[in-house]
């Protein structure tokens, strides 16, 4: 494929060339048989002619050709690496998240100019995601900078209300915290310190109410996001909203974009676009399915109630509540995974 590939292009760039050349040459006609009273020569004419068949059938076929290749690579490499981290995946080239949909959830400015391909939407230990890349393009005191990334949403098990967003790096600048005084009260937020000076020196975070957001972000969870932090040395803003668990990294990359060198090995690609999807694994393996980090989430949710009993109607007896009763007064629960955070217990 990369052979054929090459050939054509670069018959399509000769053809182009060629063109050029007959241009010239048309244009030294012209020049020619403007004194000449007959005008314009059938010679003149023809060169002119091949001149623009040639420039246009050259562009369109190291278009095409390019074109072609490029995908027949990213469904190759995208579905090889998903294969091998992911329990089910789908990968769409040509699909993605639309501009309306993400800007609705106030994370970040997504701009008229924006696009989404390359989704791949899967499941990873029974938690549904979608991940697609993004372009947008968007004008700062008159000056014009696009910028690549990628988004990716997660169910999330734990039930919640509020808005919760927590950004990193120079994603603090590009995130949405709606704490100005045009914002709706419905969706306005504001800024949360988790009393963490580490945590809070390195995210910035808005919500809407702090004792749901102190739920999520609990000691394992933020310890967690730091990890994430200065291990991948990523700037990037993740938000609960609606239901969900969004994940938003800008970094001026298409995650399987074609590589620029000839010489570049497939495996090298194939480990690069492993890394960055693992990101996902990452997310649910650490921030979701954790039994440590659902531990804190039964925890906090047991301390609601037990503050609250007349909103919730349970009945918490009074004294200290073990991580065990906790996990098995949390919803109903099967005797393999009790079982299981057991032996976790012991371990």
């Given at each position: ?8 292009t ?63 690579y990213?469904?190759?490499?995208m ?21 309306g ?7 970040i ?8 391909d390359?989704?791949?939407k ?8 979608m ?41 603090k ?56 932090r200065?291990?991948?040395?990523v ?7 609606d ?17 620029v ?14 890394e ?17 980090i659902?531990a ?9 109630i ?7 109607g ?21 005797k ?12």
């Amino acid at each position: 494929m990369q052979k054929k590939t090459d050939i054509c292009t670069k018959t399509g760039t000769a053809a182009q060339l060629l063109g050029i050349s007959l241009f010239a040459w048309g244009f030294i006609g012209i020049l020619w048989d403007l004194p000449s009273p007959e005008g314009l020569s059938a010679k003149t004419a023809a060169f002119l002619i091949f001149a623009f068949i040639f420039c246009i059938g050259g562009y369109l076929l190291e278009k095409t050709t390019r074109k072609k290749y490029n995908r027949s690579y990213k469904n190759n490499v995208m579905n090889r690496v998903a294969s091998e981290l992911f329990d089910e995946h789908e990968f769409h080239i040509d699909r993605g998240f639309s501009a309306g949909e993400l800007r609705d959830k106030g994370l970040i400015t997504v701009p008229l100019r924006f696009r989404s391909d390359d989704l791949i939407k899967g499941l990873y230990h029974d938690v549904g995601f979608m991940r697609a890349d993004f372009a947008l393009r968007k004008t700062m005191l008159n000056i014009s900078m696009s910028t690549k990334g990628n988004w990716t949403v997660f169910t999330f098990p734990k039930p919640f209300t509020t808005d919760l967003q927590v950004s990193c790096g120079f994603m603090k600048t590009e995130s949405r915290i709606r704490t100005g005084a045009l914002t709706s009260k419905e969706k306005k937020r504001h800024i949360l310190l988790t009393g963490d000076e580490e945590f809070d020196r390195e995210f910035t975070c808005s919500c809407q109410n702090d004792e749901e957001a102190l739920s999520l972000l609990t000691p394992g969870v933020r310890k967690k996001l730091l990890a994430m932090r200065y291990l991948r040395r990523v700037s990037f803003v993740m938000g609960w909203v609606d239901g969900e668990l969004h994940l938003v990294v800008i970094n001026g990359m298409d995650t399987a974009a074609p590589p620029v060198r000839k010489d570049a090995s497939l495996e090298t690609e194939l480990g690069r676009i492993k890394e960055d999807l693992s990101v996902i694994c990452e997310i649910i393996d650490e921030l979701i399915m954790s039994r440590s980090i659902f531990a804190d989430y039964v925890m906090a949710e047991l301390e609601k109630i037990k503050n609250q009993p007349y909103e919730t109607g349970y009945d918490v007896p009074a004294g200290e509540i073990s991580e065990a009763d906790a996990y098995e007064s949390y919803g109903e629960t099967n005797k393999e995974e009790k079982e299981g955070y057991e032996r976790l217990g012991e371990t």
